[in-house]
């Protein structure tokens, strides 16, 4: 079963910031926080993980709470391109891991 | 960036025939990669984990020898459906650890047995 929660589906503006939440409340100690999307039929692409640390790439920030109970992810300027199902994983990394996804996010946006 | 490689990317096959999906690491080693199935309107449901050299780790529910997995080198994973019926058809995409960029995953393959 997936550790973690999210709305099923929420939208915003092209050039808005879209901030997509997650709860995982079970996360233990060792394990990171994942961001992936998956745009239609096509393969997952990573996005950006973290442990507890907030964190920033070129596609978007991460940020976790101090608790580690829950996260969001932001697109700092959302493009039609980034119309997606988001899926906010919780894993551990190294030989023990493997990603198991929940129902993820559908975010959807708008011109 | 890590880049996996998936081969085909469509396939229609008949009903009772096999079908053999590639996925490779294409600049970095996998000593591990995943195989997962998506139906329509569905998420990734995890299938296998494929371990280089030794037999894969089905999960619960999933028919090892239905799905033969075959990870023979450190690049290539190939995952064949057996005796194929119309109930497997789905998206099949594999996935590959690659480090500093977390997983990297196939663009998948859409099978359609007919």
């Known amino acids: 079963d997936a550790k973690t929660t999210q709305p099923t589906s929420m939208d915003c503006a092209e050039g808005r910031a879209a901030n997509l939440p997650c709860n995982h409340s079970?996360?233990?100690?060792?394990?990171?926080v994942y961001w992936y999307r998956q745009i239609h039929s096509q393969g997952p692409q990573y996005i950006i993980h973290?442990?507890?640390n907030n964190e920033t790439n070129e596609m978007a920030s991460l940020i976790i709470t101090e608790d580690r109970k829950s996260s969001t992810l932001i697109l700092p300027h959302a493009t039609l391109r980034d119309t997606a199902v988001y899926y906010c994983?919780?894993?551990?990394?190294?030989?023990?891991?493997?990603?198991?996804f929940g129902k993820g996010i559908t975010l959807s946006v708008r011109p | 960036g890590a880049v996996v490689s998936q081969h085909p990317s469509w396939v229609i096959c008949k009903s009772g025939t096999s079908v053999k999906i590639e996925c490779r690491s294409l600049?970095?080693?996998?000593?591990?990669m995943f195989w997962y199935r998506q139906f329509p309107k569905q998420s990734l449901m995890l299938m296998a984990t494929s371990n280089e050299g030794s037999k894969a780790t089905y999960e619960q529910g999933v028919e090892k020898d239905k799905f033969l997995i075959n990870h023979a080198s450190l690049t290539l994973s190939t995952l064949t459906v057996t005796s194929a019926h119309p109930e497997d058809s789905s998206f099949y995409i594999c996935s590959a650890s690659s480090g500093r960029y977390g997983y990297t995953f196939g663009s998948g393959t859409r099978l359609t047995v007919v």
């Open positions: 973290g442990l507890k």
């Open positions: 994983i919780v894993d551990l990394t190294g030989a023990n891991s493997k990603l198991t």
């Open positions: 079970t996360i233990s100690g060792n394990e990171y």
């Open positions: 600049d970095f080693q996998a000593t591990t």
